[in-house]
């Protein structure tokens, strides 16, 4: 009767551990990788749904100021710059409505970076009403900047006025953690020239 020698079996179990540790670190770098592409396109899809949102907003831009809830006018209806405060603030047309409440068509929107994260708030009513809760777009933002073309030159700030409601291109440029700088152009329909 013939059977397996210790040797022989020390030298089976140590090539099998050698495959299994294999499997393992091919499994586990496999598992690292995808969670990696899931991170990234999880990234993607905040900074696409920020863009669409943006877009949406600046094409709908419509040239009326608001009041806060303390009923201070707006310094026009299409303001922004940079600073602490406020990224941006308009009032913009189209403001979906399918229940059919009683209320205005036009939706004041403003965009501002507060704590690392752009963050996207609205009111519920155009004049004399409280910001809404603020909607998270994009975390990681280290630095934000945003700029107006009008009649050929690039302006940091931005008020509208009667002569010139809006520019003809906004472009933000945002410093994000792990992915860089982003730079971004919106056209706008109807834009001073």
């Known amino acids: 009767m013939k059977g397996f020698t210790l040797v022989e079996m020390l030298v089976a179990l140590f090539i099998f551990s050698l495959l299994a540790a294999a499997g ?13 592409v899931r991170s990234r396109m999880d990234r993607l899809g905040d900074f696409q749904r920020a863009r669409a949102l943006l877009k949406g907003d600046l094409e709908q ?51 501002r970076v507060v704590d690392g994260r752009l963050e996207r708030r609205s009111r519920p009513a155009l004049d004399g009403a409280q910001l809404g809760e603020a909607q998270q777009l994009i975390d990681g933002v280290q630095a934000a900047d945003i700029e107006f073309l009008s009649q ?4 940091p700030s931005w008020t509208s006025s009667a002569s010139a409601p809006t520019p003809q291109v906004v472009r933000l440029t945002l410093r994000l953690k792990s992915v860089g700088e982003i730079r971004q152009l919106f ?3 109807g834009g001073a020239s």
Do not use: H, I
């Open 152 to 155: 050929g030159a690039w302006r």
């Open 24 to 36: 393992v670190t091919v499994m586990r770098f496999t598992l690292d990788n995808q969670m990696a």
């Open 187 to 189: 056209l706008l329909p």
């Open 61 to 111: 831009a419509a040239p009326r100021r608001t009041r806060d809830e303390a009923g201070t006018p707006a310094p026009g209806a299409f303001s922004g710059g940079p600073g602490p405060g406020v990224l941006l603030a308009l009032t913009r047309r189209g403001w979906d409505n399918p229940d059919k409440v009683a209320r205005a068509s036009l939706q004041y929107v403003e965009y």
